[in-house]
C-alpha cells in the first residue's frame, strides 16, 4: 500500500520570500508541483477565512502564504482563482479585511463566486448524497486548500477537512449543523464534502496556530511550520500530532478513512522534510477528550447535557451585540435574551443546544467558550 506523504517545513515568520523559499520546497517533497498541477488548468485557492480581520490575530490563513502558494501556481501555467464562503455574510469585505484581496488583485488571482452554487450528486457519500457547490468550486478543475492550524471545540482542530466546509455556499452551512446534530454525522459529512472536492493539495499554515478557545478566540502560538499533502487526513493527523493531540480525537479522522479520503495511521504516513519531533508541542492547549455521540433517548440526552462540554458565556466580557443569537441555527433558538432582556447577556437553552458552537465561533468579543460540567470533570474524564 502507498503510504500518504506529509511535508514539514520550517519557517518562523511570515516574510514572503521565505515562505515562497518554504512552499518550493514542501511542495517539491511531495512530488513537484508539475506532478500536482497541469499547465492550463483553472486552479481555486481555498483560503481559511472565518471572518475578515487583520491576519495578524492568527484567525485566517496568512497573505503570505496565500501569496507563495498563488505565485506557484501562476508559474506552473495554471489559472489561479480564489475564495471562500465566510459564516457570515458579505465575503468579499471578508477577503478584504484579512489581507488576502489586496493580494489577489496585485497578483491578477480573480475572486470565485462562493455567494452562490449549485447542486451535484454524490452517490458514494458515506451519509451525504448531495451538497450545493459553491460555482467557484464547479467551474474549477481543482482545488487546492490553504487550512489554518487552530483548534476547535466540535471537531478538536481545524483543518484541511474542515476548512473545504467553506466550499459550501453562504447561509447553507448552518443547515447541515441541525440536520446532524450528532459530532460524528457532521464529520462524515465533512469527509463526504472532501471525498466530492477532493483537494488537489493541501498546505497548512502553522507558522503561528491558535490554541485555546478557537478557531477566533484563542491565543496565538508560534508553531513555526508550513504542512504539505495531497491527503488532507494525513496532514490533520500530523498536524495533531504536532500539538500533542491523539489524531483519533479530531472527529473527522476515522471517517476520512473509511471514506478512503485518507489515513490518521503513522504508520502509513511518510514525514518527509525536517522531523515533526522538531516542531512538537508539548503543552499545545486544546481539548483532548474524545466528542460526545447526540442521542435521541430522552434520559441518555439528560445525562450528556450535565456531563458534556457546553459553551458559555463570560458575562464580564459581553457588550450584548447579540451576534450568538443570531447565528445560532436551531429554532427556536439555543441562546436567547431572557424575556427580551437586552440589558444582560443572552442566556443559553443547554437542552435545546446541539453543541454546533456557531455561538461560540461568532462571538466577537471571545465571551463564549467550551467548558467542561463540574459533573463531567468529577465522574468522566481524566
Ligand atoms: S456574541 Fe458575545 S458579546 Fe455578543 S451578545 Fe453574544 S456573548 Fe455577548
Ligand atoms: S447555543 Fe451555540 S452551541 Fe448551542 S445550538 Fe446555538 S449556536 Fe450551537
Known amino acids: 500500500m502507498n503510504r500518504s506523504r ?14 515562497y523559499q518554504a512552499a518550493v520546497k514542501g511542495l517539491d517533497l511531495i512530488g513537484g508541483i508539475s506532478n500536482l498541477v497541469r499547465s492550463g488548468e483553472r486552479i481555486v485557492l481555498k483560503p481559511n477565512v472565518l471572518y475578515g480581520t487583520n491576519p495578524e490575530k492568527g484567525i485566517s490563513t496568512h497573505p503570505a502564504v496565500f501569496r507563495a502558494v498563488g505565485k ?3 508559474e506552473s501555467g495554471a489559472r489561479v482563482s480564489y475564495g471562500d464562503s465566510p459564516s457570515f455574510a458579505g465575503a468579499e469585505g471578508h ?4 489581507g488576502l484581496k489586496q493580494v489577489a488583485d496585485e497578483m491578477g488571482i480573480e475572486l470565485a463566486d462562493f455567494d452562490k452554487g449549485r447542486t451535484v450528486s454524490h452517490k458514494d457519500g458515506l451519509l451525504i448524497k448531495s451538497f450545493v457547490l459553491a460555482n467557484g468550486v464547479l467551474d474549477s ?9 487552530k483548534t476547535h471545540p466540535l471537531t478538536r482542530l481545524t483543518g484541511a477537512v474542515k476548512n473545504q466546509f467553506g466550499c459550501i455556499p453562504g447561509l447553507l452551512k448552518s443547515q447541515y449543523h441541525v440536520k446532524l446534530p450528532d459530532p460524528y454525522d457532521f464529520a462524515t459529512m465533512l469527509v463526504d464534502l472532501n471525498t466530492l ?9 502553522g507558522i503561528v496556530a491558535m490554541e485555546g478557545n478557537g478557531p477566533r478566540s484563542g491565543r496565538l502560538r508560534k508553531l513555526d511550520v508550513l504542512l504539505f499533502s495531497t491527503d488532507p487526513v494525513a496532514l490533520d493527523a500530523t498536524a495533531c500530532r504536532i500539538i500533542n493531540l491523539d489524531p483519533e480525537i479530531a472527529t473527522t479522522s476515522k471517517p476520512g478513512e473509511k471514506a478512503g479520503l485518507g489515513t490518521y495511521h503513522s504508520e502509513n504516513i511518510e514525514l518527509v522534510g525536517e522531523g515533526l ?3 512538537f508541542c508539548r503543552d499545545f492547549d486544546v481539548i483532548r477528550t474524545p466528542q460526545e455521540h447526540c442521542t435521541q433517548n430522552r434520559i441518555m440526552a439528560f445525562v450528556k447535557n450535565r456531563v458534556c462540554e457546553r459553551p458559555v458565556i463570560a ?29 444582560k447577556p443572552p442566556v443559553h437553552d443547554y437542552d435545546r443546544c446541539i453543541r454546533c458552537y456557531c455561538c461560540q465561533e461568532s462571538c466577537p468579543e471571545g465571551a463564549i467558550s467550551a467548558r467542561g460540567t463540574v459533573l463531567g470533570r468529577t465522574f468522566f474524564r481524566h
Do not use: H
Open 6 to 19: 506529509v511535508a514539514l517545513v520550517r519557517c518562523e515568520n511570515y516574510d514572503p520570500d521565505a515562505i
Open 72 to 74: 506557484i501556481l501562476q
Open 95 to 98: 477577503l478584504r479585511r484579512c
Open 141 to 149: 478543475d481543482g482545488v487546492v486548500n490553504l487550512p489554518k492550524l
Open 197 to 205: 472536492v477532493r483537494p488537489r493539495f493541501c498546505v497548512m499554515d
Open 277 to 279: 519531533e522538531s516542531f
Open 315 to 343: 458575562k464580564a466580557k459581553c457588550t450584548g451585540c447579540g451576534m450568538c443569537v443570531k447565528m445560532c441555527p436551531v429554532d427556536p433558538k439555543a441562546v436567547d435574551w431572557r424575556k427580551g432582556d437586552r440589558e
